[in-house]
């Protein structure tokens, strides 16, 4: 039996998105569904508590990169795995570590049999091959890992996009025939990328090869790295209709919440991104009203909540005045407040998706959406 | 009536430790206590129903000082106050600033008007004087006030030290008769503060003078400047039994968890100390088998709680392992574990001491301390 059963609820005839059950060893997620990101084994400034009794979050995603460099997966596997380790019980999506090994530009260098880096902690090298990270992510007993991919810089030119495609291809045939020796009894699914850039018959020709794992999941990469979102929009029409219909779809490293709806209507169940952490560091927060940047010296003597709208802790609790005190006070829990609050925008905003989606009324839910940088239904 | 009642429920006759029942117009705070400090309007890493929920503090303090210069108190009235602002139900004790401002050397001049200092934020010029101090606290609505006092460095000489106790008893009065024409009806008890650097003498002759106000309670200041622990506690013990009997005594900015049971035994009720939030945001953690360095490589594969006799969300919850990972990660959810932890300690610490004194075994409980920098009963 696979680690994972995706159970497609409802699809919107009219554009295709879906309404689905991710089952997993560590629970049923409902799609469509953004991850959060604790990258180092911790969703920035929230305890495991908030994110699920506040936040209600069913899946995290975590980074091999950063968790193989410190503290080891190894150490991690001895101490009984990343949810026991992070006292995470529910499900953990973790990617291969490729994406990150290829933001530490100078520090690598990509050959047929995997990247050599450097460490950004210490400058110790280490060499991430197909296998190496599908062993890693075993050892973290992720729920859902990821193969091995090349992810280029945008723009790059067809040429190398189709020879970047092919590796990335190669490294998802080994990575799978490692997993397959391998995953018995770990109820870890393994879920291929398809590459390809911006070319439409790229990502065609990378899907049609990637079906042949006939993997559990899919996901499509390499997006969000420069391009126009028009492009990266695209990219995801391109592609989604390709991939099985029962499997879930993952787009990574997006979005900005007025583009989630966007690639929910393509198809897509499942989304991760780094925005709404950073951003609640920074003092930029997600509201019904539009973005809101904390800082500014109207919210000085304003004693209303963030979003009037909004249910969460912080909105219940503070005012924007205290909220923006803390912020120009660089207290730490304005950030415990800004990613309570941008976390379950983001998780709320997808909640009200699903319901359109089984109500039968996620097209009217898009119009609404149209046109307007401010999503909230 | 006074804004502030304490009713003395027993008194040990061996050392003259006393548990008691503060009164406040924002609730009963059970006594011996320790109030966490929240010098910007938050305790540091902690949001408010962690600290009434989880670590059930009765009381914080607030620093007058920062709240001065940022976001400043006018600002604080008019949105309500400051229980409102922080959204802190329980009870608030405010420092009259005299403390902070006399830690910025080169920023400041004293006159028998009142401190003129400079704001570390952006240079601009304040005065703070008897009056003026009252009125800020006033307007923050803090439930406990605190005359300004000056504050002295150690060592000095007994003139220097003189003449600044003169001041110091001159600004308790000026205070105090300004604070007598505005209390009515703001539910505000105000301090004074016994200086008189380390001398018996003058430490006597304050404490003399201070006690025509009939204050409510009394301070016992211009400790913890880098004198050694001997030297504090012998002011303490020269004071505390001029002080009334039946007013709550409180010894200011002290101390290590091995020095609080000293201070209770000399007959003290109330103590602040940044040390556990502090100390907690630098990895050093109080346990009952001492002080931990949480960097230290040992607990790199530690999987054990933190402190196993305590019961703390973080100690519940999570391994020394992942409390060292996320120290060394720098991340902010460390600061979060590591603060909720050692306030829990050390509230703990004074509930047992209560528990001691309420039961007749204070002696026994002092004993066990002796000669003991770990403090856990």
């Given at each position: 039996m696979s680690a994972l059963r995706f159970e497609i609820e409802k699809t919107c005839p009219e554009t295709g998105a879906r309404a689905g059950l991710l089952h997993t060893a560590h629970g049923t997620v409902p799609t469509p569904v953004f991850m959060?990101?604790?990258?180092?084994?911790?969703?920035?400034?929230?305890?495991?508590?908030?994110?699920?009794?506040?936040?209600?979050?069913?899946?995290?995603?975590?980074?091999?990169?950063?968790?193989?460099l410190r503290p080891g997966h190894e150490r991690i596997e001895r101490l009984g795995g990343l949810h026991q380790f992070m006292q995470w019980p529910r499900a953990i999506l973790t990617d291969s570590g490729g994406f990150q090994v290829f933001s530490l530009d100078s520090l690598r260098k990509v050959t047929d049999e995997g990247v050599l880096f450097r460490s950004h902690l210490n400058g110790d090298p280490h060499l991430f091959t197909s296998e190496s990270t599908v062993d890693v992510q075993?050892?973290?007993?992720?729920?859902?890992?990821?193969?091995?991919?090349?992810?280029?810089?945008?723009?790059?030119?067809?040429?190398?996009?189709?020879?970047?495609?092919?590796?990335?291809?190669?490294?998802?045939?080994?990575?799978?025939?490692?997993?397959?020796?391998?995953e018995k009894g770990l109820h870890c699914a393994l879920f291929p990328i398809v590459q390809g850039s911006?070319?439409?018959?790229?990502?065609?020709?990378?899907?049609?090869?990637?079906?042949?794992?006939?993997?559990?999941?899919?996901?499509?990469?390499?997006?969000?790295?420069?391009?126009?979102?028009?492009?990266?929009?695209?990219?995801?029409?391109?592609?989604?209709?390709?991939?099985?219909?029962?499997?879930?779809?993952?787009?990574?490293?997006?979005?900005?919440?007025?583009?989630?709806?966007?690639?929910?209507?393509?198809?897509?169940?499942?989304?991760?991104?780094?925005?709404?952490?950073?951003?609640?560091?920074?003092?930029?927060?997600?509201t019904s009203e539009g973005k809101l940047a904390i800082k500014q010296a109207r919210f000085m003597d304003d004693n209303g909540p963030l979003d009037p709208l909004c249910d969460c802790y912080t909105c219940r609790t503070f005012s924007r005045a205290y909220l923006r005190h803390l912020f120009?006070?660089?207290?730490?829990?304005?950030?415990?407040?800004?990613?309570?609050?941008?976390?379950?925008?983001?998780?709320?905003?997808?909640?009200?998706?699903?319901?359109?989606?089984?109500?039968?009324?996620?097209?009217?839910?898009?119009?609404?959406?149209?046109?307007?940088?401010?999503?909230?239904?």
């Open positions: 959060p990101v604790g990258t180092q084994g911790t969703v920035k400034a929230l305890t495991p508590r908030d994110l699920q009794h506040d936040l209600d979050a069913k899946i995290i995603l975590a980074n091999t990169y950063h968790l193989f075993l050892a973290l007993g992720s729920d859902i890992a990821m193969v091995l991919d090349e992810c280029l810089p945008y723009p790059t030119t067809f040429e190398a996009a189709e020879k970047s495609m092919r590796r990335t291809i190669r490294w998802a045939q080994e990575g799978y025939a490692h997993y397959r020796r391998r911006m070319f439409p018959p790229l990502r065609r020709a990378c899907t049609e090869a990637l079906l042949e794992l006939d993997a559990p999941g899919y996901a499509i990469g390499g997006l969000s790295v420069g391009e126009g979102r028009e492009l990266s929009q695209e990219m995801v029409a391109v592609t989604a209709p390709l991939l099985p219909q029962d499997r879930p779809r993952y787009v990574m490293g997006v979005g900005m919440p007025e583009e989630l709806p966007l690639y929910v209507a393509k198809g897509v169940d499942m989304m991760d991104c780094v925005l709404p952490t950073r951003n609640a560091r920074n003092g930029s927060l997600f120009q006070a660089g207290e730490i829990l304005f950030s415990i407040l800004a990613s309570l609050h941008n976390i379950h925008f983001y998780l709320n905003l997808m909640r009200g998706m699903r319901k359109a989606i089984l109500e039968g009324r996620f097209p009217a839910y898009l119009e609404r959406c149209a046109g307007s940088v401010v999503v909230n239904f």
